[in-house]
């Protein structure tokens, strides 16, 4: 499927604010809210648009920091991808997990309370996964956030 420029303009309008009503899109598009309602329906199915989430904003729930971790298996072969990829996803704090060409095999997202949590969970819990070797961390200072990957819209 290839979206039309309604559509580009659809997906424009759901990035800001994927919780907009259909029926308030379609007036911003020129479009009934059925006819709204079917194009989100067929960029759904076809795969364009596949999810919406919920941002939260984790300093006012008490995660001050955020810290951006590569992680290099010291063990390939003995510990495999998945295993690492599974322990890792179990952790609450890591919020994403990337495999990555270059230096590090791994690129996470963790998130702490503060500093000293943030050593807890490294300590405690990503140090001690199976096959973790070097690590290297960056802690996020701040971040300008951007509506979407790329502007092909």
């Known amino acids: ?20 009503p259909a029926s308030s899109l379609g007036r911003a598009l020129g479009l009934s809210q059925p006819a709204t309602w079917r194009r989100i329906q067929r960029l759904e199915a ?7 989430r919920l941002d939260l904003d984790l300093e006012k729930l008490g995660f001050g920091v955020t810290v951006f971790l590569g992680v290099k298996l010291a063990t390939k072969g003995r510990v495999s991808l998945e295993d690492f990829e599974r322990a890792v996803n179990a ?4 919020q994403a997990v990337s495999l990555v060409l270059g230096l590090y095999d791994y690129r996470l997202r963790v998130v702490a309370r503060d500093l000293t949590d943030f050593e807890r969970v490294l300590r405690r819990r990503i140090m001690a996964l199976p096959g973790v070797g070097d690590v290297e961390a960056n802690v996020l200072l701040s971040e300008e ?5 790329i502007d092909l819209l």
Not at 1 to 7: E, G, L
Not at 46 to 52: E, M
Not at 145 to 149: E, F, Q, S, T
Request: aromatic share 0%.
């Open 145 to 149: 956030r951007r509506p979407g990957p």
């Open 46 to 52: 076809a795969g364009v648009i596949t999810g919406r």
């Open 1 to 20: 499927m290839t979206p039309d420029a309604t559509d580009r303009a659809l997906l424009r309008l759901l990035e800001q604010d994927a919780t907009r």
């Open 91 to 94: 952790i609450p704090e890591v």
